[in-house]
T-cell receptor
Framework: SQQGEEDPQALSIQEGENATMNCSYK?????LQWYRQNSGRGLVHLIL?????REKHSGRLRVTLDTSKKSSSLLITASRAADTASYFC??????????FGAGTILRVKS | GAVVSQHPSWVICKSGTSVKIECRSL??????MFWYRQFPKQSLMLMAT?????????EQGVEKDKFLINHASLTLSTLTVTSAHPEDSSFYIC???????????FGPGTRLLVL
């Protein structure tokens, strides 16, 4: 069963605005990863945050992790039309396997 | 670096036939490969984990006799959908990783349509 739950399910914003997506999970994890998937394509790895980390940045991406609440957020700043995609969180619970959340569909309007 | 390819990118077949999908790590040796299935507008569901030279480990509810996985080398894993039926129509994605990195690298996916 899917461990990660993401909200919102869909998000529509204007170019230049920030987009925030949230992910919750249920068990202890080794790390949490965020992926992007363009329509009908494979997944692109965005960022990995380990269980002992609280925040991580990569370009316009900012990820936070709160292990006490078992939740993570992905912030995309100054969004662009090219950021339109589905975004998934995935947890690695020490078993070498990734369990994916339901995903958030982001649409950035130009 | 860390490129994973899949072949074919899409396939249409008749019900009852078998379809083989290849997953290759092009520039690294993948000790572990994973096969996922994704239905429209849904998330990825892990089907099985395969380690080079050993039998695949299937997730609960995935029929190992229907979805045959072979991981014969450190750069190639194959998924064969045997006796395919329309309900097997889906997007199949593989990923690969090495022992020394936590990140999985995903292939572009294979869209299967069974008529």
């Amino acid at each position: 069963s899917q461990q990660g739950e993401e909200d919102p399910q869909a998000l529509s914003i204007q170019e230049g605005e920030n987009a925030t997506m949230n992910c919750s999970y249920k068990t202890s994890i080794n790390n949490l990863q965020w992926y992007r998937q363009n329509s009908g394509r494979g997944l692109v790895h965005l960022i990995l945050i380990r269980s002992n980390e609280r925040e991580k940045h990569s370009g316009r991406l900012r990820v936070t992790l709160d292990t006490s609440k078992k939740s993570s957020s992905l912030l995309i700043t100054a969004s662009r039309a090219a950021d339109t995609a589905s975004y998934f969180c995935a947890t690695d619970a020490y078993g070498n396997k990734l369990v994916f959340g339901a995903g958030t569909i982001l649409r950035v309007k130009s | 670096g860390a490129v994973v390819s899949q072949h074919p990118s899409w396939v249409i077949c008749k019900s009852g036939t078998s379809v083989k999908i290849e997953c290759r790590s092009l520039d690294f040796q993948a000790t572990t490969m994973f096969w996922y299935r994704q239905f429209p507008k849904q998330s990825l569901m892990l089907m099985a984990t395969s380690n080079e030279g050993s039998k695949a480990t299937y997730e609960q509810g995935v029929e190992k006799d229907k979805f045959l996985i072979n991981h014969a080398s450190l750069t190639l894993s194959t998924l064969t959908v045997t006796s395919a039926h329309p309900e097997d129509s889906s997007f199949y994605i593989c990923s690969a990783k090495t022992d020394w990195r936590e990140t999985q690298y995903f292939g572009p996916g294979t869209r299967l349509l069974v008529l």
